[in-house]
């Protein structure tokens, strides 16, 4: 595992950029428990609380050129890949204004403007159109990345084996991302997997691995560019394991008796956004006032969301329809 | 010109490819083996690897993949060996292809082609003789296509590459060696439609894929007794051309389904429920079905003919409707 970085080598406006993007996740996320509580969102809804660092910092080594596929954890992927948080707080209301048209929720987010393939919530179900995804991109020799999210449930799933050994077999640009929490819903990892070290696995399949502390978003930016960057120049595809938790329930439907309180506590003691703050306070990057006007922003912005959301329409039901095929094209002349 | 319903795909297949550079073909043994059912024999050498391109033996990967890649704007056609094996990536067709344009709010197309053989006959068995076309037709979100004839398989890949959703081609694995005569400039068809294959007047046979050549011979007999069958060939199972079937069914006034699937949730059930739906006082008889015998397909011919319809049981089932009333 890349051993945490002791001073940080980051610019002041990086530094806070990263705090900001952090904050701005978990300030929506616990609007979104909020609203969830008061019935505006339905449904399924899996907070991304505590794992922030991992979608901060891997987003970082992206361009707008690659793609990403994510899981149904994502609205902080979304959010860091410039979906902006009025179209994914809409989507969490099902209003016609969100990123989906309000048909898929908080599980399907999908925005093509910014190749945010979803929000996709059978588990290991991505990995196989990440693979394809690019896949497209080498028959079109584009220097393009796809990186992929996947937790340590996916492990279990034959799709990940599969996938691993073919974007591997065909030199493919994936960067596999696993955001190992520990957890595949409420099963743990020591009683799914046989083999606890997720980077063996890759290294079966010839896909070069390496694990992260996924609490640490400085580590995580460093270690993504580094695996983007092989996957870029054509090594194939990388499978970065991010050891991260999540400090919430699974979804809103779980009562967490799976695992023991303080196990929580102590895994919060290493809350990714206090330990950046710390960092850049110790490094003098960081004044109290950059705080303030932190939550300042991302509580106008959440507050927005909120309200655009709330103000939004609802998709006709006449369009009930829509979309389900394109209008069909009638090939020209012949007839059987 | 003389050809077979083979090298009818295999025109196809090359046509796709020599005029479209976003179209590959990937699947388990299209390249170096040739195509489980020699389709693809020649296109590895004529097309190369990048574009013909073997597959592991992980169906829902690589049916994902060409979904993945579809999403990016490529046009891959997918071959499972078999409908057989389509069960291992059912939830890649189920889940994301099928999906994906509507969930996403119409921003996320998948404009695939994945082709499989289907059917029983051929003495391999219970894991190897499924025809589950009729469970694809079920899916909101794909089109499903069974080619019966040699213009159908020379004809409808290119329109379907042409469309913007998942297109499911089900190639009934006995009809690969059927010989015919095709037309040198047969090319594109429409996939709109059912078709017509014969004109009759006492009673409509509904037909499809490896149906549709049974149900001829049927109508074949039924003319020596006097009685004149209409057969329709569905061609396209989803979705369902409802104006064809009711139209033959409102002038004989009677029908007979077959279908290869089981009986039970079946696309015949479908077929007659739309005739029953839309057509129940032009009748003069109730809709009568051939489908295959609910068990799992046995490995010795007389028991296999005895699960599939055969030309006496849809001849013998149309004598029924017909004595009717």
């Given at each position: 595992?890349?051993?945490?970085?002791s001073?940080p080598?980051?610019?002041?406006?990086?530094?806070?950029?990263?705090?900001?993007?952090?904050?701005?996740?978990?300030?929506?996320?616990?609007?979104?428990?909020e609203?969830?509580?008061?019935?505006?969102?339905?449904?399924?809804?899996?907070?991304?609380?505590?794992?922030?660092?991992?979608?901060?910092?891997?987003?970082?080594?992206l361009?707008?050129?690659?793609?990403?596929?994510a899981?149904?954890?994502?609205?902080?992927?979304?959010l860091v890949r410039?979906?902006?948080?009025?179209?994914?707080?809409?989507e969490?209301?099902?209003?016609?204004?969100?990123?989906?048209?309000?048909?898929g929720?908080?599980m399907?987010?999908?925005?093509?403007?910014t190749?945010?393939?979803?929000?996709?919530?059978?588990?290991?179900?991505?990995?196989?159109?990440?693979?394809?995804l690019?896949?497209a991109?080498?028959?079109?020799?584009?220097?393009?990345?796809?990186?992929?999210?996947?937790?340590?449930?996916?492990?279990?799933e034959g799709?990940?084996?599969?996938?691993l050994?073919?974007?591997?077999l065909?030199r493919l640009?994936?960067l596999?991302l696993?955001?190992?929490?520990?957890?595949?819903?409420?099963?743990a990892?020591?009683?799914h997997?046989?083999?606890?070290?997720?980077?063996?696995?890759?290294?079966?399949?010839?896909?070069?691995?390496?694990?992260?502390?996924?609490?640490?978003?400085?580590a995580?930016?460093?270690?993504?560019?580094?695996?983007?960057?092989?996957?870029?120049?054509g090594a194939?595809p990388?499978?970065?394991?991010a050891?991260?938790?999540?400090?919430?329930?699974?979804?809103?439907?779980?009562?967490?008796?799976y695992r023991?309180?303080e196990e929580?506590?102590?895994?919060?003691?290493r809350?990714?956004?206090?330990?950046l703050e710390?960092?850049?306070?110790?490094?003098?990057?960081?004044?109290?006032?950059?705080?303030?006007?932190?939550?300042?922003e991302?509580?106008?912005?959440v507050?927005?969301?909120?309200?655009?959301?709330?103000?939004?329409?609802?998709?006709?039901v006449e369009?009930?329809?829509?979309?389900?095929?394109?209008e069909p094209?009638?090939?020209?002349?012949?007839?059987? | 010109?003389?050809?077979?319903?083979?090298?009818?795909?295999?025109?196809a297949?090359?046509?796709?490819?020599?005029?479209?550079?976003?179209?590959?073909?990937?699947?388990e043994?299209?390249?170096?083996?040739?195509?489980?059912?020699a389709?693809?024999?020649?296109?590895l050498?004529?097309?190369?690897?990048?574009?013909?391109?073997?597959?592991?033996?992980?169906?829902s990967?690589?049916?994902?993949?060409?979904?993945?890649?579809?999403?990016?704007?490529m046009?891959?056609?997918?071959?499972v060996?078999?409908?057989?094996?389509?069960?291992?990536?059912?939830d890649?067709?189920?889940?994301?292809?099928?999906?994906?344009?509507?969930?996403s709010?119409?921003?996320?197309?998948v404009?695939?082609?994945?082709?499989?053989?289907t059917?029983?006959?051929?003495?391999?068995a219970?894991?190897?003789?499924?025809?589950?076309?009729?469970?694809?037709?079920?899916?909101?979100?794909?089109?499903?296509l069974?080619?019966?004839?040699?213009?159908?398989?020379?004809?409808?890949?290119?329109?379907?590459?042409?469309?913007?959703?998942?297109?499911?081609?089900?190639?009934?694995?006995?009809?690969?060696?059927?010989?015919?005569d095709?037309?040198?400039?047969?090319?594109?068809?429409?996939?709109?439609?059912?078709?017509?294959?014969?004109?009759?007047?006492?009673?409509?046979?509904?037909?499809?894929?490896?149906?549709?050549?049974k149900?001829?011979?049927?109508?074949?007999?039924?003319?020596?007794?006097?009685?004149?069958?209409?057969?329709?060939?569905?061609?396209?199972?989803?979705?369902?051309?409802?104006?064809?079937?009711?139209?033959?069914?409102?002038?004989?006034?009677?029908?007979?389904?077959?279908?290869e699937g089981?009986?039970?949730g079946?696309?015949?059930?479908?077929?007659?429920?739309?005739?029953?739906?839309?057509?129940?006082?032009?009748?003069?008889?109730?809709?009568?079905?051939?489908?295959?015998?609910?068990?799992?397909?046995?490995?010795?011919?007389?028991l296999?003919?005895?699960a599939?319809p055969?030309?006496?049981?849809?001849?013998?089932?149309a004598?029924?409707?017909?004595?009717?009333?």
């Amino acid at each position: 595992m890349t051993a945490a970085t002791s001073a940080p080598a980051v610019s002041r406006d990086h530094g806070l950029e990263l705090l900001r993007q952090m904050t701005r996740i978990r300030r929506f996320e616990e609007k979104c428990a909020e609203l969830y509580g008061q019935g505006k969102i339905r449904g399924f809804l899996h907070l991304y609380i505590g794992e922030e660092a991992v979608a901060v910092g891997a987003l970082q080594a992206l361009g707008p050129e690659d793609a990403i596929v994510a899981t149904y954890r994502e609205h902080g992927h979304a959010l860091v890949r410039g979906i902006s948080a009025r179209a994914v707080m809409a989507e969490m209301y099902g209003k016609a204004t969100g990123c989906s048209r309000g048909r898929g929720g908080s599980m399907h987010l999908f925005d093509a403007a910014t190749r945010f393939y979803g929000g996709n919530a059978i588990v290991g179900g991505g990995l196989p159109l990440a693979v394809g995804l690019a896949l497209a991109d080498r028959l079109r020799s584009e220097r393009r990345v796809t990186a992929c999210f996947f937790g340590d449930g996916a492990v279990a799933e034959g799709e990940f084996h599969e996938s691993l050994n073919l974007a591997s077999l065909w030199r493919l640009p994936v960067l596999f991302l696993c955001e190992n929490n520990l957890y595949a819903m409420g099963t743990a990892l020591e009683r799914h997997q046989a083999q606890l070290d997720l980077t063996l696995k890759a290294r079966g399949y010839a896909v070069a691995a390496e694990s992260v502390d996924g609490m640490d978003v400085l580590a995580v930016e460093a270690a993504a560019r580094r695996a983007t960057e092989a996957v870029r120049s054509g090594a194939g595809p990388f499978l970065l394991e991010a050891r991260t938790y999540r400090f919430r329930a699974h979804s809103a439907y779980d009562p967490e008796l799976y695992r023991q309180k303080e196990e929580v506590e102590r895994w919060k003691e290493r809350d990714p956004i206090p330990g950046l703050e710390k960092k850049l306070r110790e490094s003098g990057l960081l004044a109290a006032e950059d705080l303030e006007r932190i939550e300042g922003e991302v509580k106008a912005e959440v507050d927005d969301a909120v309200a655009f959301a709330e103000a939004s329409p609802w998709e006709p039901v006449e369009d009930l329809l829509k979309d389900v095929c394109a209008e069909p094209p009638s090939a020209k002349g012949a007839r059987p | 010109m003389k050809t077979t319903y083979r090298e009818a795909v295999r025109a196809a297949l090359r046509e796709a490819l020599q005029r479209d550079p976003r179209v590959f073909l990937m699947g388990e043994d299209v390249g170096r083996y040739g195509g489980t059912y020699a389709v693809s024999r020649g296109l590895l050498e004529e097309f190369g690897p990048e574009r013909i391109r073997d597959a592991p033996l992980s169906e829902s990967t690589f049916v994902g993949a060409g979904i993945g890649a579809a999403m990016a704007g490529m046009r891959p056609i997918v071959e499972v060996m078999t409908v057989n094996f389509s069960l291992l990536c059912l939830d890649q067709i189920v889940n994301n292809a099928a999906t994906l344009r509507h969930m996403s709010g119409g921003q996320v197309a998948v404009p695939l082609v994945i082709r499989m053989a289907t059917g029983a006959g051929r003495q391999v068995a219970a894991q190897h003789s499924h025809s589950l076309e009729g469970w694809y037709a079920h899916v909101p979100g794909v089109k499903v296509l069974v080619p019966a004839t040699l213009e159908d398989a020379r004809g409808m890949l290119w329109t379907a590459l042409q469309d913007p959703d998942p297109v499911l081609i089900f190639e009934h694995a006995t009809l690969y060696g059927v010989e015919g005569d095709l037309a040198d400039d047969a090319g594109a068809v429409e996939i709109g439609h059912a078709a017509v294959r014969r004109p009759g007047r006492d009673v409509t046979l509904v037909a499809s894929g490896g149906t549709l050549a049974k149900s001829l011979r049927a109508a074949e007999a039924l003319a020596q007794e006097g009685i004149e069958a209409e057969v329709i060939d569905l061609r396209v199972l989803r979705p369902l051309d409802d104006a064809t079937i009711l139209g033959s069914v409102r002038r004989t006034r009677r029908a007979v389904v077959v279908d290869e699937g089981w009986r039970t949730g079946s696309l015949s059930a479908e077929v007659v429920a739309r005739i029953m739906e839309s057509a129940f006082y032009d009748l003069d008889a109730p809709v009568a079905r051939v489908c295959t015998a609910e068990v799992p397909i046995p490995y010795p011919r007389h028991l296999e003919e005895a699960a599939l319809p055969q030309p006496e049981t849809i001849a013998e089932a149309a004598r029924g409707v017909v004595r009717h009333g």
